[in-house]
């Protein structure tokens, strides 16, 4: 069974790019969530009290 759908995915490589296409989604939804917890954390470090003044 996987052979012949690796075999299948060899002459095909629009169907390699589509069976990957959930995993390079869902890396970059990983990488956009990861970069704005980090830039929020530092705009948080930089200028605190701004985003939740009540917070001390």
Avoid: Q, W
């Avoid at 930089?46 to 917070?55: E, I, K, Q």
Wanted: charged share 5%; hydrophobic share 55%; glycine share 8%.
């Amino acid at each position: 069974m996987g052979g012949i759908v690796l075999n299948h995915a060899k002459r095909n490589r629009h169907v390699v790019f589509y069976f990957l296409l959930p995993y390079l989604m869902v890396m970059i939804l990983f990488i956009i969530a990861l970069a704005m917890l980090l830039g929020y954390s530092f705009y948080e470090y930089v200028s605190p009290g701004v985003m939740n003044p009540g917070f001390t």
